[in-house]
Structures are given as C-alpha cells and as structure tokens.
C-alpha cells in the first residue's frame, strides 16, 4: 500500500517568504508527526497530532511555525518570514492509533533551502 | 523527553564482519526504543525495535539489546553486507520520539 507521501520534496524559499509544507499520512492513521532534520543530525521532534487535535507542539522551535490537520488527515507545516537557520528536512510520520509507543512510519522529507 | 547518546558516529566494517552501535538515555520513562535506517534522500525506516519488558529481540541478521537498569539499549548486525550502508538512528519514547545523532554504517565489500 501507499506510504507516506510529502510535498513537495525540494523547496527553495528566500529569506522572508512564507512556505507551506504538506504530509499525506497512510490512510487511516489516526497520529501524526512533524520532525526537523538538520545536516548530519538525528530527527528532532517538532509536534504531534491525534486526529485533527494537536496534542505536542512543544517542539516547533518559534512562533514563526503553524502546524495543522484540519480533517484528521492531510497535514500542512507552515513556516512564516523563513530565516536561514530554518534550512532541514522536514519529516513526517504516522502511526495507526494513538496507543503510545507505537512504530512511526516516515516518508521522504521536504528539503527547504532558505537564501 | 531527554536526549539519547548514540556511539560511534561512524562505523566502518568488512562484508562479513559484525556491526554494533550504542545508545544511553538518562530519564527512566521510555518504554519503546526503535531503530531506524535512513539512506540518502529518504526518510528512516524502521527496522527493529524493543519494549521494555523484552531484554532482547532478533530478527534475521539484526538484534536488539535493552539493559533497562544501566539505560543503554544496542543494535548488533551480524554477516554485514555492502547493502547494510547507511546512517542508522537509535530513537527513545512514545509519541515525542528522541532520536540519537545517527552511526554512518559503511560496510567494505
């Protein structure tokens, strides 16, 4: 079946822009992740949802990044007036249920490059 | 959740030979300790994991240990293949999931 799909893979923003990244789950998980992959690090977690319920945002490093999952389903990271120090891959992954401890399936990642 | 320690950050072998990597944790609420392979331009991908009412668990060439009293847990890869490179990440915790720096596994054909 489908995995994990991100979009769109590669994104080159200038410093100031807005971008809006977007994660399609597998269909039927019920929690979702965002991570923040800096060059040559482990993932970091940034927040989670249950549905449509953000229930962990205590990882988005500033005000300047909004996440949503307004259907429970398709989820969008948006981070406004991008600086340089934004530059990652952003990773989503989702799970089944909302049981803790469950294995996280993870798709491809969007690169942002932020000039 | 606190951080996860995982050494060495690189590791090279020969086809054949054995690979360990390690991971310590600090806080004694974890529960779930995955291990996960990410190649180049993908996302991670889970290969292994443990619970901790389990002190070891095997699946084909790879093996995971948890020593839940010391806080380290160690992924063992045994007949490594050139197929077998890639960085490898320990991760801790339930739904906020830890992750460790990552091992550069490179295996020598």
């Known amino acids: 079946g489908a995995g994990v799909s991100q979009s769109p893979r590669y994104k080159v923003a200038k410093r100031g822009q807005d971008v809006a990244l977007r994660c399609d789950p597998i269909?039927?998980?019920?929690?979702l992740f965002w991570y923040q992959q800096a060059l040559g690090q482990g993932p970091e977690f940034l927040t989670y949802?249950?549905?449509?319920?953000?229930?962990?945002k205590s990882g988005l490093p500033s005000d300047r990044f909004f996440a949503e999952r307004p259907e429970g389903s398709v989820s969008t990271l948006k981070i406004q007036r991008t600086q340089q120090e934004d530059s990652a891959v952003y990773l989503c992954a989702s799970s089944p249920g909302g049981g803790l401890g469950e294995t996280q399936y993870f798709g491809p990642g969007t690169r942002l490059l932020v000039l | 959740g606190e951080n996860v320690e995982q050494h060495p950050s690189t590791l090279s072998v020969q086809e054949g030979d054995s690979a360990v990597i390690k991971c310590t944790y600090s806080d004694s609420a974890s529960n779930y300790f995955p291990w996960y392979k990410q190649e180049l331009g993908k996302g991670p991908q889970l290969i292994i994991d443990i619970r901790s009412n389990v002190g070891e668990k095997k699946d084909q060439r790879i093996a995971v240990t948890l020593n839940k009293t010391a806080k380290h847990f160690s992924l063992h890869i045994t007949e490594t293949q050139p197929e077998d490179s890639a960085v490898y990440f320990c991760?801790?915790?339930?739904?906020?999931?830890?992750f460790g720096a990552g091992t550069r596994l490179t295996v020598k054909p």
């Open positions: 949802f249950q549905n449509e319920a953000q229930l962990d």
């Open positions: 991760a801790k915790g339930n739904n906020d999931m830890r």
């Open positions: 269909s039927g998980h019920v929690s």
